[in-house]
C-alpha cells in the first residue's frame, strides 16, 4: 500500500509541473515546469531539481538503474532544450518530462506484482480541487508577477 500512496503522490506532484491546467482550445496542460523555465538564467535548473525529486523517489521505491538512467535522459533533454530561447518553452509544455518519469514508474510497479497498485490509476488525469489547485494559482502569480519585474528591471537598466 505505501508504494501505491508514493506513486499517488508523485502522479500529483507531475501533473502539477506538467499538466495542472489545461490551455483552452486543446488537449494539452501547462504546469509549473515550463513556466519557471521562463525564468532567465536558472528558471530551468529549478525545473530539473524539482524533476530530480521524481526520480529520487523512484529509487527508493526500487526503480532499478537502467530505469532511474531513462527518467534521468528525460529530465537531461527537458533542461538541455528548454534553454533555448522560445522553442525551449515550447517544447517544455509539450515534452512533459515529469509525466514520462511517473509513467516509466507506474509501469514498473504494476508488472512487479509486490504490490496492487491498481487502484490509483484514476489520479492520472491531472484534476486539481481545492487547496492544490489555490496554491498553484498562487504559485504561478507569483512567478509571473517576477517574471514581469525582472523585464521591468531589464528594460529600465537598458
Do not use: H
Request: net charge negative; hydrophobic share 50%.
Amino acid at each position: 500500500m505505501k508504494k501505491a500512496i508514493a506513486l499517488r503522490e508523485l502522479r500529483q506532484f507531475s501533473d502539477f509541473l506538467d499538466r495542472a491546467i489545461r490551455i483552452p482550445g486543446t488537449s494539452q496542460g501547462i504546469g509549473l515546469d515550463p513556466l519557471i523555465g521562463l525564468i532567465p538564467g536558472g528558471g530551468d535548473l529549478l525545473g530539473a531539481v524539482l524533476a530530480g525529486y521524481i526520480v529520487f523517489r523512484s529509487f527508493q521505491l526500487g526503480l532499478p538503474k537502467k530505469l532511474l538512467l531513462i527518467m534521468t535522459y528525460n529530465i537531461v533533454i527537458d533542461t538541455v532544450l528548454g534553454t533555448v530561447p522560445i522553442f525551449g518553452d515550447l517544447f517544455d509544455v509539450l515534452w512533459k518530462a515529469n509525466v514520462k518519469n511517473v509513467d516509466i514508474l507506474e509501469s514498473y510497479l504494476m508488472d512487479s506484482e509486490e504490490e496492487d497498485i491498481t487502484n490509483i490509476n484514476n489520479y492520472s488525469d491531472g484534476d486539481f480541487r481545492g487547496k492544490g489547485c489555490l496554491i498553484f494559482t498562487a504559485v504561478l502569480f507569483s512567478i509571473l508577477i517576477l517574471i514581469l519585474v525582472l523585464i521591468i528591471i531589464l528594460a529600465i537598466t537598458g
